[in-house]
């Protein structure tokens, strides 16, 4: 919680003759900024809450003018990110690259720790026998949850490109997970899989987007999930690594761009996808027709507020 804090203090702190400037006769855009992102969001199918925020020194990289295709704000981008939610949080430093507009790049290594609360953390001990669907994990909760800690180390790569008003885009990341606890994986319930305690799970976003006002974008998304966790479901089937697929809808409204304030891009967004596979939500233990569904809310910030000259 010390994330919300060290960002009122520094807003707090801002004295309004120190905004940075700004260089007419390139990008409109500060080159040294203290950015931050938001991001709470609440899902259904699995149940989820979380609030993200991330907060550090942002710096432009070109004197490009900010409408270059290119370059326009290409940027480098340190600080710290944290993850809260009812049963866990998560902390630690973080960076991204973004060379340009077509590419992104970022890593990050969080310290996690279970408080032991909402039926998490649930480890298994051999690759038989695992069971981590809805009642099953309420179940095993019943005997007791581990108040664990470890890390992950985070690697995300996404491509993007838009013609028109029609957007591409593809995230790829890599969880890499380290926990000191008995047990060969654990039930991540952010990614919705059972996850190895010292092991890999990896994932992709694919988008297809039309940008149909400043404020309004549509689209379709395809979603695909795989972990080093390997299982069985009983002692005479043979094992499978975990794996999750979706695809569906989002919609994603930005109420207004307010850019150099200390509150800007406001967005909602809705996320609903359908499971094509997996272990109990694409039919065994839960209808394929009901969907996964996520709704969040979002918005950047300058710490220390800017005008834009152009």
Not at 39 to 48: D, E, I, M, Q, W
Not at 131 to 153: C, P, R, V
Request: aromatic share 12%; proline share 4%; no cysteine.
């Amino acid at each position: 919680m010390f994330l919300p804090i060290l960002l009122s203090s520094l807003a707090a702190n801002a004295q309004e003759e120190a905004t940075p400037t700004v260089e007419q006769a390139g990008s409109d855009i500060p080159r040294h900024r203290v950015y931050y992102e938001s991001l709470a969001a609440l899902r259904y199918n699995p149940l989820g809450l979380q609030e993200r925020m991330t907060i550090g020194y942002r710096m432009r990289l070109t004197d490009m003018p900010q409408d270059h295709l290119f370059f326009g704000d290409s940027y480098a981008w340190v600080g710290v990110t944290g993850l809260q939610t009812p049963a866990f949080m998560r902390v630690g430093p973080w960076a991204r690259l973004m060379p340009i507009s077509l590419l992104r790049l970022q890593a990050g290594y969080e310290i996690v720790r279970y408080n032991g609360g909402l039926d998490q953390m649930l480890t298994w001990d051999d690759s038989s026998n695992v069971n981590y669907s809805d009642d099953n994990i309420e179940a095993l909760a019943a005997d007791g949850t581990l108040k664990a800690q470890g890390s992950i180390f985070t690697l995300e790569a996404r491509i993007q490109a838009k013609a028109g008003p029609v957007a591409v885009r593809a995230t790829l990341a890599r969880y890499d997970y380290s926990y000191d606890v008995d047990g060969f994986a654990f039930y991540d319930q952010t990614l919705d899989i059972l996850a190895p305690t010292n092991g890999v799970v990896k994932m992709g976003d694919f988008d297809l987007l039309y940008v149909a006002t400043d404020q309004l974008t549509v689209g379709a998304r395809s979603s695909h999930t795989r972990s080093d966790a390997e299982f069985a479901a009983n002692d005479s089937e043979a094992t499978r690594a975990a794996s999750i697929d979706r695809t569906g809808a989002l919609v994603a409204y930005k109420f207004k761009s307010d850019q150099g304030s200390r509150f800007d891009q406001p967005t909602v967004y809705v996320i609903s996808q359908w499971h094509i596979n997996h272990e109990y939500r694409a039919g065994t233990e839960v209808n394929r027709a009901v969907p996964y569904l996520a709704i969040g809310f979002a918005f950047t910030g300058d710490a220390i507020a800017w005008t834009p000259q152009n």
